[in-house]
């Protein structure tokens, strides 16, 4: 026999506003209501019963009744471990003596597309011996470093149900969590954490202090601060450990139980001996990503002091000084810091670029109604330009020729075109030729040759360097026809794209070898966008999001956020657009940014609380810096 969940919780107001009472009613306690009726059926809250937007709300497991039946004892776990109880004491009622001692519910969730069924059997003619199968259909896993991956299968797990002291208790449990998305995305929130870029050798000095996101998934309303830290300490998720390093001991934790911002949004943390005696620069370094991390949850952490075990003061860190650590800064600010901060103007790239229809390289802001030439070369007309890249530094700018075969790089706003850097192997064409540009945060400049007897990325060290072929493996006969490179330098988008499909993966930059012999690879290319049949653009959109256009399979081309470990972003819902080739947004620091797209030959563009809205009748590749 089967069963769908569905069963009881106790729902409970954080904090009870004033002058709004709470009613108990058949194990359900309801608060927050402005008003109570005095009629109509009391039904009991399920997981599709959610208040996901409001704070206040808790949901709590209800303990097993006397006598419980085995089929409504396992739906009664499955129930109690979506709840926000901290430690699972609820669910661990459920499960027999040496059950509770071993089961981690930590150890990894498992995402369905619907909560699981629940099907009962007996286990051969033992009376006391049952068998509960779960069903459904996987769609990610978040494993024990809260990393998520899309995983699309169908599931299938066996638990075991035996009596214990007359009463029937689960004794062998699934492994870890298992929950519908529905509850996943109501308990569970994206938290980016950060650690330095690995950048070998070359990049010890300017990559020293690059930061890099490293998403992950935690529970929402249990202490997400501390929570949120201890994930730090806890080091990067699998994929990103080979690229990237923390400023944190191996063994540093929190002393405090509790951590949380006080009344001017400043947060202390005292950390245990194994912090004990770092230096100034590595103690701000741990600070910067204490800062970065609990900032992706609250908006304006204004400062974060370390201290000791005993509580002395190890260094304290201000939000102005923490932004030289961001990746978009410009290498040399990031070397000239001092104590944390520097004295260079910090760079706010918040101006977009694109082709117009005299090919030249225009620009835009979000206070312009019309662009502009830019005043170099490539504006004035010496070079018919394809596709553009701008630097974050906003002085220097990568062109491709109208026929693909050829990329420049000269000044934005001044100086000589000079002779190619790069010219193609292959033969022209709009789907030959060299992709769009793209530079990272450390001045190098990255582009792909489609050559399709010889499809190569690489790479120009500074952005004049000799091209340089970086190996991309396990791409199985694909081509890359089109990336973006992130700020930090070890993580890069790709468009690859084989027979008459493209798709979207994320590949991890390593760098092995020292100075003067230093080489790279794309290594672990992962799909992002795995229900996308055919993807057309993609940008960077923040710290750990993509914007991409594409379509699934007989749909409708779509432009959402994607998050870089697969998930579907937090972030509001766009505007319907189709027709799209290309799309722009900024990963850096500008407030309100606007998103650029190419559509039917024009250009249009999305500002803040607007609606799509026509730049030019005729452009194309639009980008920001980067």
């Known amino acids: 026999m ?19 009472g709470a009613l108990a009613l058949s194990g359900v306690l309801l608060a927050g209501c402005a008003s109570m009726p005095d009629s109509s059926e009391v039904t009991s809250v399920d997981s599709s019963q959610r208040a996901d937007g409001d704070s206040q709300v808790r949901v709590y497991g209800v303990a097993p009744h006397k006598g419980e039946h085995p089929l409504d004892l396992v739906n009664g776990f499955l129930e109690a471990t979506t709840s926000d109880d901290p430690e699972y004491d609820t669910a661990r009622m459920y499960l027999a003596k040496d059950a509770k001692r071993k089961w981690d519910p930590s150890a990894s969730a498992t995402v369905l597309s619907a909560p699981p069924q629940v099907d009962l059997a007996r286990t051969g003619d033992h009376k006391q011996d049952f068998t509960i199968t779960l069903t459904g259909k996987q769609v990610a896993t978040v494993d024990a470093k809260h990393a998520y991956k899309p995983d699309e299968r169908k599931y299938q797990q066996e638990i075991h149900v035996a009596q214990e002291n007359g009463e029937w208790r689960i004794d062998a449990p699934p492994s870890g969590l298992v929950l519908g998305v529905a509850d996943f995305q109501r308990i569970y929130r994206s938290v980016n954490k950060y650690y330095f870029a690995e950048l070998g050798a070359s990049g010890a000095g300017q990559g020293r202090n690059v930061l890099v996101a490293d998403p992950v998934y935690l529970r929402k309303r249990i202490d997400p601060v501390t929570s949120t830290v201890n994930a730090l300490l806890d080091g990067p998720t699998t994929w990103l450990d080979p690229v990237a390093t923390t400023a944190f001991r191996e063994g540093t934790r929190v002393v405090d139980k509790r951590l949380a911002l006080d009344d001017s949004n400043a947060l202390k943390v005292r950390l245990n001996d194994r912090a004990a005696g770092t230096s100034q620069e590595q103690c701000l370094r741990m600070a910067a990503q204490i800062l970065f991390t609990v900032q992706d949850q609250s908006a304006k952490v204004s400062q974060v002091a370390l201290q000791r075990e005993s509580g002395s003061q190890m260094c304290v860190l201000q939000r102005d000084q923490a932004r030289w650590y961001a990746p978009d800064q410009k290498p040399e600010q990031r070397d000239g810091q001092k104590d944390g901060h520097a004295d260079q103007k910090e760079i706010r790239p918040d101006r977009q670029y694109f082709v117009d229809a005299q090919h030249r390289l225009v620009g835009l802001t979000d206070g312009e109604n019309g662009p502009r030439r830019v005043g170099g070369p490539f504006g004035d007309g010496a070079v018919q330009l394809r596709s553009v890249a701008v630097d974050r530094a906003q002085e220097r700018a990568a062109g491709v020729t109208a026929n693909g075969q050829a990329l420049y790089v000269a000044g934005l706003e001044s100086g000589a075109l000079g002779e190619p850097r790069l010219t193609a192997k292959g033969g022209g064409g709009t789907k030959a030729g060299l992709t769009a540009p793209s530079w990272d945060g450390l001045g190098d400049l990255w582009v792909a040759d489609q050559d399709p007897d010889k499809p190569r990325l690489l790479r120009l060290a500074g952005g004049t360097g000799a091209p340089e072929e970086i190996q991309v493996p396990r ?5 890359i026809s089109g990336l973006r490179v992130a700020a930090d330098g070890v993580r890069i988008a790709l468009l690859v794209t084989k027979g008459d499909r493209t798709t979207l993966k994320l590949g991890r930059v390593e760098r092995h070898g020292g100075v003067g012999r230093m080489t790279l690879s794309v290594q672990e290319l992962r799909p992002i966008a795995p229900k996308l049949e055919q993807v057309d653009a993609v940008s960077w959109a923040g710290a750990s999001r993509l914007l991409v256009a594409g379509s699934e399979q007989g749909g409708l081309q779509q432009l959402q956020y994607i998050e870089t470990d697969g998930s579907l972003s937090n972030g509001s819902a766009l505007p319907g ?23 039917d030959g024009g250009i249009v563009r999305l500002l803040p609380d607007t609606g799509w809205k026509l730049v030019t009748k005729e452009g194309s590749a639009p980008v920001y810096p980067g």
């Open 577 to 599: 657009i189709t027709g799209v080739r290309g799309v722009a947004a900024t990963d850096g620091s500008a407030k309100s940014p606007a998103l650029v797209a190419e559509r």
């Open 2 to 20: 089967g069963a769908e969940r569905g069963r009881r919780r106790t729902v409970r107001g954080a904090r009870r506003p004033a002058g709004i």
């Open 475 to 479: 791409l199985d006969g694909a081509h």
